[in-house]
């Protein structure tokens, strides 16, 4: 099972990277240009200076600095202008034509937001908007990707109850850790409630002595962190929940705290209630219009989603169902973010 899974990952890789480049030579050619729309909204997560791991299944949340400087400089070059996720709409709905608009967000809070991604956006004059669970600011929540990774990384093989009776896990490779890994993301997801998943993974790896909380404690920015970055102009906060479930597994009013009471904590932090959400996960099993719904009540201007896509001038007719296009850390090519940004690859997957 582990090679089978390996493999589909190598393909699935494969196909993405031929994608890319089929959408970067049509691209070039004018194939498809309606594709493009009037603009886009990238989601980045880590920024940081890549340390290799022989095992890393979340190398596709992170990219270097370098890489975020070049996308900046390839998106520019390709004539677009830098707008707040905030101020999207009204760009859009104002925009001559051929004008195009690209707004960049990260999810989660980290801490290298402010440490690496800041410094390139400020130079660049690019505003930014930072997603912030304030389970994670507060170190009240662990953030399960992470922990379930250092311990991949940390023990020989493990023992667990996925529901079925305790099974053991060999941990030897990277394909042993990877395949560990997908099962957890499975236990995660897949069953009615995540935050006792959740839970029960903070006890297994806080008996191999990983503590989850002192992870986002290295990872995500504090408070006092949170008031110095939106000192800077270019930067805004948006809300994320509390905890980083997935909305659409929860109850209609539990889903509406979340959301409502990561705005207020926001709001207390930085002395501004945010406009802008993201849904945690953000795909169509974790959002759905119910969420939307909730979003437009709770007086957020726009919401966004991980569903792919650019935007048209008919975006802002739902303004909080938002497509946002990923750089993922494992496609590091500036051509890449062009061909992303022209929408073909979007197009070509609705076929």
Known sequence: M???????QGLKRAVITGGLEFAHLAERVGLMASARGMGAIFTLHHVR???????DPNAHLEITPEFLEAAIEHLRDEGYQFVAL?????RLAIARAGE??????LDDGYRNNAVHAQPVFTRHKVPFTVFVAPGLSCKTHGIWWET????LRAVPHLEFDFGSGPVTMPLATPFQKQAAYARFARFVHGGADEAA?????DTLAKAHGIDPLMITERLVMREPELKSLVLNPLASIGAHTVSHRALSRLGEEEARREMDQSAERIAAITGQRPETFAYPYGDRAAASPREYRLAKELGFRAAVTTEPGTLSARSFDLPTALPRISLNGLYQKPKYVGALASGIPFRLMRR
Do not use: G, N, W, Y
């Not at 582990?2 to 589909?8: H, L, Q």
């Not at 905030?86 to 009204?90: C, E, I, L, T």
């Not at 998943?197 to 993974?201: D, F, G, K, S, V």
């Open 2 to 8: 582990p090679i089978r899974s390996v493999m589909r």
């Open 49 to 55: 200076p890549k340390a290799p791991q022989t095992f």
């Open 86 to 90: 905030a101020d999207m709409a009204a």
């Open 100 to 105: 195009r608009f690209a707004a960049f967000t």
């Open 148 to 151: 379930v990774t250092e311990l």
């Open 197 to 201: 998943a959740i839970e029960r993974l």
